[in-house]
């Protein structure tokens, strides 16, 4: 019987998250890192890949046939072992081919389960190996990813990575005086930080997705426009306005974490909190990601 927590109506979630999860934790290996015997388990990451790809094909063959009534359900998947036998036995593929092939069989489970037909029961065979089994191997992975920077030499990255100057260069934006001059702040931020991010770069502000610099830049000044009103109308000034940490995570992403105060007459003195979650590449911001933070105290009101 199928698991409660993986019951039809769950399940096509389940499958879809997991493949997603695949993804993102193969990004930026190296076909030569994930050949690495050892990483998991005594196998490499590209072996282990390998037998994923082989446990879905089987899985999916079994839940086909269970759906179909056939009461041979060795028959099918023996014929299709020798298949998948044969194929781990040619040459070695690459990752994104290995990938390219999983995303193809475990899809073609995603439909199954979506076409809703037969009972829970039929499901689970991909539940146990698709889910459950799945998230097991991919937990292994992880483990590995998380003691070392793989994907990239961290040294390598920091000294491509301009965190500290871009940062710099954010916090004398905040030094403007915001009464003296008539400032555009999509041209401000064009100024001042153009030579800091790539032509191509994509940008998650909460959870909307912009992309290319000039847009990136434009939404930003579209979020902000409300401070700038507050500073350019005298109704209110930044009392305080630093990263309050800055580091390099086990993805090699870098984070920084910040914290403004706003002080005037209608101030709570509420400090504002918020990370920005960055991705170089040659030296400029291919990906950054800028998310809230919760707000800690209050001063008064």
């Known amino acids: 019987m199928i698991p409660k927590e993986f019951e039809r109506s769950n399940l096509a979630f389940e499958l879809t998250v997991g493949k997603k999860r695949l993804e993102r934790v193969l990004h930026g290996l190296t076909d030569e890192q994930c050949g690495m015997a050892g990483a998991v388990q005594s196998d490499s990451i590209s072996g282990l890949v390998s037998r994923l790809v082989k446990n879905e094909f089987l899985a999916l063959n079994e839940a086909c046939e269970r759906l179909s009534g056939s009461d ?36 073609a489970i995603i439909r199954l389960v979506e ?12 539940a146990e190996i698709c889910v459950a089994r799945f998230n097991e191997h991919i937990k292994q992975i ?17 000294a491509e990575a301009l965190e500290p100057e871009l940062n710099a260069a954010i916090l004398e934006i905040g030094k403007k005086d915001f009464l003296l001059d008539n400032f555009d702040l999509q ?45 350019e109308m005298g109704l209110g000034c930044v009392d305080v306005f630093r990263v309050v940490s800055s580091f390099q995570d086990s993805q090699g992403d870098f984070i920084s974490e910040w914290e403004t105060v706003f002080g005037g007459p209608y101030s709570t003195e509420a400090a504002i909190h918020w990370r920005t979650v960055r991705v170089w590449k040659q030296r400029v911001v291919i990906a950054e990601r800028i998310e809230g933070l919760p707000s800690v105290g209050q001063k008064g009101t």
């Open 142 to 158: 992880e483990r590995w990813r998380g003691s070392q920077v793989v994907g990239f030499s961290g040294i390598r990255l920091r």
């Open 187 to 231: 041209s401000l931020f064009s100024e001042s930080l153009n030579r800091y991010y790539s032509d191509e770069v994509v940008l998650w502000l909460g959870t909307e997705l912009t992309n290319g610099k000039q847009a990136a830049f434009q939404r930003l000044a579209d979020a902000l426009e409300w401070v700038h009103t507050v500073l």
């Open 115 to 126: 076409q809703g037909s037969g009972n829970n029961a039929h499901y689970g065979t991909l």
């Open 72 to 107: 041979k359900q060795s028959s099918g998947v023996e014929q299709h072992t020798g298949f998948v036998d044969r194929r781990r036995r040619t040459e070695p593929r690459s990752i994104q081919s290995l990938l390219a092939e999983f995303e193809v069989v475990r899809s």
